[in-house]
């Protein structure tokens, strides 16, 4: 594959300033590399210095015209991608070499019509688990071992905390007060949160034996074995291999922190295969909680509570991208809504 050193240079220069200036996240800086490989690719690795209006078209018919995996790429990740592109050749136009190169004018170029826009950033509507979906996986995991009143522990924690599974992976004993079901989610203590935030929050009450589940496991790990406050809240399973066998068997759970959040993904695919239900996606029990949540709020203050409880810094986080209602709940509403005026207003 053909290499461009200059414009590996330059890539190298943005994405420390990206890092080092901006504060951006790894993750966030490789989805931005993406979205730069992808100009690259289409115009065969030529000069960044080579932008002009007319290559700023001709990508944005090209990425729309693209696929993966034999489908056509999603608005959203176009959106995402020429965005990307546009904040880099943006920074560009402003360094030695490239000044009288890139002008802003070429650089508008790089512009999504606004239908495409609105249908890229508009919320979607995302299908998530109910409480009662939560609490029939719970209740079908049959305990014969460590690792299945781990998993079943694990699920409840999912929604009643409505935290990020990232977060959940790296969370240790000492994060989390069994008394009081305060969580302290704090990135010193090694919790890996959004931006690295100190997240104060703590389980929502929706169930007793789903609190129960978390607390009997918290309780087993302390007091039965042994675990101390550094160690993991929901610890790696234990891979050993039995007599001759090839195979490696899992029954009993180690002091560790999980490498990735996969491992959440797996155990949740497994049990909702044994038990027969449709799976949701760790972060779809997010978008559950929040919504169960949002039922009882009375007032501003607690849709503020609520909204801080899940480490939104905007309330409108809360109400727009996960608060929004699905088809069902809306016409519910709705129906039993009374649009009759009172009769003093009638006769007035």
Known sequence: MKVNIKNEKIKRRYFHRMREAEGLAKATICKIEKSILLYEEFTSREDFGLFNPKRATTF??????????????????IYHHIRNLKAFFTWLSGQTGFKSKISLDSISYLTLDRKTVRAATSPVLTRFPTLAYVRKLADSIEIRNPIHNRDRALISFLFLSGMRYSAICSLPLICFNRSTLEISQDPQKGVDTKFGKTILSRLLPFDNVLIGYVTSWYDYLERERGFLPKDPL???????????????????????????????????????????????????????????????????????????????ENIGTTLTTYGKLDWYSQSEIITKMSFKEDDDEETS
């Open 60 to 77: 944005k018919e090209w990425i729309n015209a693209r696929k993966y995996k034999r489908k056509p790429v999603s608005v959203t990740t």
């Open 234 to 312: 929901f610890p790696q399973s234990k891979l050993e291999q039995k007599g001759d066998s090839i195979a490696f068997v899992s029954d009993d759970i180690v002091p560790a922190f999980w490498h990735s959040s996969n491992s959440i993904r797996t155990i949740l695919q497994r049990h909702t295969y044994k038990a027969g239900l449709e799976y949701f996606k760790p972060h779809a029990f997010r978008h559950g909680a929040i919504h169960h949540a949002m039922k009882y709020c009375k007032n501003a203050e607690q849709i503020k509570a609520l909204s801080q409880n899940f480490g939104h």
